[in-house]
């Protein structure tokens, strides 16, 4: 009879408060609406969105048009202006176009950040200072 009421009432462990805690954690990351976000993380997230997405923008417009002035260098100082069928004058001239073209292009990186930097800072003003508002008080 003993042995038969064991085996019903099984086996059971209690875990310490700290373990209880850390399982609560883990458990609300999979059971807790993603929409009900804390307003300093929902901070914190609008502000780096600022200039994420500037900074991308910049490095890619960065990166090409540095691209575009190495290969405009490469047709005037390489063969490779003969390879692509370019004689002397015209493959110099298609050459410093180029460069001259990739130059700009990597030097607009900068003022393109800006830009971009200062509509997203105009978009998002009123969300970030409302939150700020109700943080600070």
Do not use: H, W
């Amino acid at each position: 009879m003993d042995n038969n009421n064991q085996e019903k009432s099984g086996f059971t462990y209690t875990y310490s408060a700290q373990d209880q805690t850390e399982l609560k954690r883990i458990r609300n990351k999979y059971t807790a609406p993603t929409e009900t976000e804390d307003k300093m993380t929902r901070l914190r997230r609008l502000d780096a969105s600022v200039t994420q997405t500037a900074q991308i923008t910049a490095l890619v417009c960065g990166i090409i048009g540095a691209l575009i002035l190495g290969f405009g260098m490469s047709l005037i100082m390489t063969e490779l202006a003969e390879i692509l069928g370019l004689n002397g004058d015209m493959a110099t001239i298609t050459g410093i176009i180029t460069g001259v073209f990739g130059g700009v292009l990597a030097s607009l990186a900068y003022p393109i950040y800006n830009v971009i930097v200062r509509a997203k800072r105009k978009k998002l003003a009123p969300e970030i200072l409302r939150l700020t508002d109700e943080l600070m008080k």
